[in-house]
């Protein structure tokens, strides 16, 4: 395999000719001198139309995928060209989306690795900013998405909110249980938010929905049962859970302000029982095959001197 050849695979470009590779000290890149092939050159970014050219432009920069720890780039001439339909606009270069300042290989990388892990994470790793990591992520989805119906073929969904900000702002999600796929996010948690995915969705996918499941928002009810009143409305995981859990512990105070004498004029007639029903939250909430030793000794004693806690 020729050289050039073996650099423009490094690299990542296509329809191009690796005309040299040489490594800049000043800025500790490696930068690859291409030139786009003949049958791609002039090309309109937006319809792909071959086009007249305008002027020769000027010499730019795409960001390459790192070569080990070495940064890399592709410089090559950007020529303006006259498209009848878009005007005066940069070529194409089969390498890049037009206007952005990466190739399609490092988009690709940085929207793979924001799926997988956290934004900060991700602009240590390819050094870039933290705000170039969200426009990367936008220009990818703007691709991908455009191709994939997201909306086609929902049968059970998921709807919450999510906060952010510190908790002082909200996004309303609808998740795809089938898939496991993100289907879709607004600002806000409302009903006229919660209609605006619906919407989208139009009458006939939302009658074809079998099932949705939420928390106890009288919101998201009121909008499920007018928008698909034939489907199953149930209930999540986490926040039956977290309901279960919430009166387990209501129960535990009542019955330790009960043993303390609280409320009934017994005030410490029976400090050391209820001395013994402090900290049994986590013998009573956690799974059997998680106790301590001492937590499952407490969680007996509980099951013999109360019951009714035992049973909640």
């Known amino acids: 395999m020729r050289s050039a050849r073996v ?16 490594f800049d000290q000043a800025e500790s890149l490696l930068v690859a001198r291409v030139r786009v092939c003949r049958g791609a050159r002039r090309r309109c970014p937006h319809c ?99 191709v994939t119906d997201r909306y086609d073929g929902l049968r059970r969904i998921g ?12 996004l309303t999600v609808v998740v795809d249980h089938d898939s496991g796929r993100l289907v879709w996010a607004a600002p ?11 919407d989208l969705l139009g009458p006939g996918r939302a009658a074809a929905i079998t099932h949705v499941s939420a928390d106890g928002a009288d919101w998201i009810t009121t909008v499920v049962r007018r928008q698909c009143p034939r489907a199953v409305r149930c209930a999540d995981p986490f926040h039956v859970v977290a309901w279960a859990s919430d009166a387990v512990d209501r129960v535990r105070r009542q019955v330790w302000n009960e043993a303390a004498g609280r409320g009934a004029g017994r005030r410490g007639v029976a400090v050391g029982e209820a001395r ?16 301590t030793d001492a937590q499952q000794a407490k969680l007996a004693w ?9 049973r909640a």
Request: net charge positive; charged share 20%.
């Open 188 to 198: 806000g948690k409302s009903a006229a938010t919660l209609h605006a995915f619906f």
């Open 302 to 310: 509980i099951a013999k001197t109360h019951p009714r806690l035992h």
């Open 159 to 170: 709807i919450d909110e999510v906060s952010y900000k510190k908790g002082h702002r909200y």
């Open 48 to 146: 792909g139309r071959r086009c007249v050219g305008y002027d020769a432009g000027a010499r730019r920069r795409w960001r390459a995928l790192d070569l080990g720890a070495v940064r890399a780039v592709v410089e090559a001439d950007a020529p303006r060209v006259s498209c009848p339909d878009h005007g005066v606009v940069v070529a194409a270069v089969p390498w890049a989306r037009h206007g952005a300042g990466h190739t399609r290989a490092f988009d690709a990388t940085v929207a793979w690795l924001a799926v997988h892990t956290a934004k900060s994470a991700v602009s240590r790793l390819m050094r870039i900013g933290w705000r170039t990591v969200g426009a990367i992520v936008a220009r990818v989805w703007a691709d991908t998405g455009a």
């Open 7 to 22: 650099w423009a695979v490094l690299f990542g470009v296509e329809q191009a000719v690796v005309e040299g590779v040489e």
């Open 276 to 291: 013994m029903l402090k900290n049994t939250r986590w013998a009573l909430w956690k799974n059997p095959q998680n106790l």
